[in-house]
């Protein structure tokens, strides 16, 4: 009976602990969805996590050449500066605003897509309180990495993807939980 209390706690424990890491895994400023089909008109959300003990106060994203930038969603509390060319072709937003700690906030956009497939990378740069700066400008892996969106034909966009690791996490940590629970409600034994 002890051990079955132990295997119990430790099943759960593990839940919980692997329920975590998708929530860590995308503590970054990243832009969604994270594939769109060529030639689209997207609506895309930039979201931008507080990861620090103090506020976020301004956040800045250039866009990708190719991109076409057409309107922007307004955001409560925060201030939208439009950043544009020679041409007037829109490059760059700012928004100033405060983001409390252990907080995020999305800025959503629409915009349209290139007409061939391709990678657009989106450079934010993300200031504290203090002028402290985040430039989520990296590579893939590294700390601050820039997002990616990958932009393809439709019928390739639509097509089975392969399951990522952080969707075998999430599975994994629904058949610990599944599992935890049977023991918990099996019938116990009376001999």
Known sequence: MN???????????????T????????AHAVVYPRKSATGAYERYVLRVPNEKTISTTRVEIHFPEGVRITAFEDVPGWQLQVLTDSAKRIVGAVWTGTLAPQRFVEFPFMAANPKTATRLIWPVYQT???NERVDWTG???S???ASVTTIAPVDSTTAARPVTSVQWVQWI?????????????RPKDRG
């Open 3 to 17: 051990i079955q209390r132990r295997l119990i706690r430790v099943l759960i424990l593990a839940s919980a602990i």
């Open 128 to 130: 504290y309180a203090g």
């Open 139 to 141: 590579e893939k892996g």
């Open 173 to 185: 940590a629904l058949i610990l939980a599944l599992v935890s629970l049977g023991l918990v409600l």
């Open 143 to 145: 700390k601050t990495p």
């Open 19 to 26: 329920s975590l890491v998708p929530a860590v895994a995308f």
